[in-house]
């Protein structure tokens, strides 16, 4: 049992670069324009479905469908914010939760009228085998959705620290009208993070697909992981959002393994509580 400890660590740091990717893009609509978006685990959950109906359809590997699902999430993030979301933005906190709530209910029921409540699994997959590498016995599908997740994570990360586009968004969360004034324009920036945060969750979506179950209700589960990963690294924190996930997933892994599977969701937020006993505001707050 000893000897798959370092297998079960591994495993939880790949589900946890998945779980990075979401919570990044989550941590970034939160940090630019200071809205908690419940409805980023619905967008993941259409990620999941757009990987599987391809799957279905033309046999198409997750792996390849997830630009696909980034760019359709990416997009219905674009309508929503064009619609909804730039309407409350400067809202107070009670708004904007109830809107993403009323956003998410109105995803997952048209998600389950379309498709029906039932679980799917991706049966086609072109990788699905295991390999062993150094002393680590390897699930193909976690570790390719690990590697991207844990790349396009950093892309997003570097995006906003190391680019003019970024300082542009890092200038408009920390003073709008200081940034306006200087010619920002703060709703095409606005829009943009608010797309982002939809491709991060559809490219989530398409890879987690390939080892979880597919069902309207998905996204629930996804988006209570995020927020803790969230609030664990600190709100608003791209950085502290990447590393709470390879916690949160190490933590979910070890704990389904060395107590049992029921457990492993229950010990994620345990974690979190004693996190933010000791330092409220996360791992890397402000």
């Given at each position: 049992m000893i000897s798959l400890i370092p297998d079960a660590i591994l495993c939880g740091i790949l589900i946890g670069l998945v779980y990075s990717l979401a919570a990044t893009g989550l941590t970034i609509i939160w940090g630019v324009m200071g809205i908690i978006n419940f409805a980023h685990g619905d967008l993941l959950m259409l990620g999941m479905f757009v990987a599987f109906w391809l799957n279905v359809w033309i046999a198409m590997d997750p792996l390849f469908?997830?630009?696909l699902a980034a760019l359709g999430v990416g997009v219905l993030a674009l309508i929503m914010y064009r619609f909804i979301i730039r309407r409350i933005v400067g809202a107070s906190l009670l708004v904007t939760l109830l809107c993403t709530f009323g956003l998410a209910i109105a995803i997952r029921g048209a998600a389950q009228f379309f498709w029906g409540p039932n679980y799917r699994m991706v049966s086609n997959s072109w990788f699905h085998d295991s390999t062993t590498m150094w002393?680590?016995?390897?699930?193909?599908?976690?570790?390719?959705?690990?590697?991207?997740?844990?790349?396009?994570?950093?892309?997003?990360?570097?995006?906003?620290?190391?680019?003019?586009?970024?300082?542009?968004?890092?200038?408009?969360?920390m003073d709008k009208e200081e940034a306006m004034l200087r010619g920002i324009n703060a709703d095409r920036l606005?829009?943009?993070?608010?797309?982002?945060?939809?491709?991060?969750?559809?490219?989530?979506?398409a890879l987690i697909s390939k080892f979880h179950p597919v069902s309207p209700h998905g996204g629930m589960m996804f988006v209570l992981i995020s927020f803790a990963c969230v609030a664990l690294g600190g709100f608003g924190s791209i950085k502290g959002a990447f590393l709470a996930g390879i916690i949160v997933g190490v933590a979910q892994a070890l704990g389904g393994f060395l107590i049992a599977p029921a457990f492993e969701y229950a010990l994620i937020f345990l974690l979190y509580i004693i996190v933010v006993l000791i330092k409220p505001k996360g791992l890397f707050g402000w």
């Open positions: 469908s997830a630009p002393i680590f016995h390897l699930s193909m599908p976690k570790f390719i959705a690990g590697v991207i997740s844990g790349f396009i994570a950093l892309a997003v990360f570097y995006l906003i620290k190391k680019t003019r586009t970024g300082q542009a968004i890092q200038a408009i969360s606005y829009a943009l993070t608010f797309g982002i945060g939809g491709v991060c969750a559809g490219v989530a979506g």
